[in-house]
């Protein structure tokens, strides 16, 4: 009889040992976490910079068609005059949801803008500006 009893009492995690276990993943998720979310908003930098790079190949291919570039990227959803399709079919937004912000410069040329993570101008780390000039060397 005695032995059932016993059995009972080891049964289960004493509370040392729930505590130990709660101390070591605290532990991982304080060394390992700050390296996932950097490398969550890496990521997010590098797909802004090769929509970017997508843009100008797809302007570039809008200049040989209409011999000038749009004056919005809205006019690359526009059917192609030559084959009735359009450049794309949707105007992406960057991976925070935002629109990219196109220009064109006194002399006509395209330049792109993303602004990060919190949507504004200027910025560091996440949310620091991914333009046409840092992707593409202009």
Not at 2 to 29: D, P, Y
Not at 113 to 131: H, L, R, S, V
Request: aromatic share 10%; proline share 7%.
């Amino acid at each position: 009889m005695k032995s059932k009893q016993h059995k009972r009492r080891n049964s289960g995690f004493t509370l040392i040992e729930i505590m130990v276990v709660v101390l070591i993943v605290g532990l991982l998720i304080g060394t390992v976490g700050p390296n996932i979310w950097n490398a969550l908003f890496s990521s997010q930098a590098k797909v802004a910079g090769n929509q970017i790079r997508l843009f100008h190949t797809t302007l570039d291919q809008y200049k040989l068609e209409v011999y000038r570039f749009p004056d919005s990227l809205d006019d690359l959803t526009e059917p192609n005059p030559t084959t009735g399709h359009p450049f794309l079919k949707v105007i992406p937004l960057d991976p925070w949801n935002n629109e990219y912000d196109y220009e064109k410069d006194s002399e006509g040329n395209p330049f792109i803008t993303c602004y990060g993570a919190d949507g504004e101008p200027g910025g560091e780390n996440e949310n620091q500006d991914i333009t046409s000039e840092t992707v593409l060397g202009q």
